[in-house]
């Protein structure tokens, strides 16, 4: 069975940093894409950054910069550093994983998702 739980969230002030984790069990994590998404309050869920298994990254152009993605393959573990944070990436933030090989921003194109955390930045 396939599990994704991310951690880390929690409430920051504008200018702040925090790193999320996810922890993955039952899936082969090295052969997977992994990504983050978040959703704000009323919005549609939207691409954050991805990382292939040999660590070639997209990121989406809100977070260029600030955040950055990245895997531990020997403990099945993805994480999203995230700097100089806005209270525009307030958000539940998503871990995925992808049955595949190719890097993608597109949500639908990832299998398996985990419950969330909560990111809160405020002003």
């Known amino acids: 069975q396939v599990q994704l739980v991310e951690s880390g969230g929690g409430l920051v002030q504008a200018g702040g940093s925090l790193r999320l984790s996810c922890a993955a069990s039952?899936?082969?994590?090295?052969?997977?894409?992994m990504g983050w998404f978040r959703q704000g309050p009323g919005q549609e869920r939207e691409f954050v950054a991805a990382?292939?298994?040999?660590?070639?990254?997209m990121y989406s152009d809100s977070v260029k910069g600030r955040f950055s993605i990245f895997r531990d393959n020997a403990k099945n573990m993805l994480y999203l550093q995230m700097n100089s944070l806005k209270p525009e990436d307030t958000a539940v933030y998503f871990c995925?994983?992808?049955?595949?090989?190719?890097?993608?921003?597109?949500?639908?194109?990832?299998?398996?998702w985990g419950q969330g955390t909560q990111v809160t930045v405020s002003s």
């Open positions: 990382i292939s298994v040999r660590g070639l990254r």
């Open positions: 995925a994983a992808r049955t595949d090989n190719r890097l993608t921003s597109t949500a639908h194109e990832y299998d398996y």
């Open positions: 039952g899936v082969p994590f090295t052969t997977n894409v």
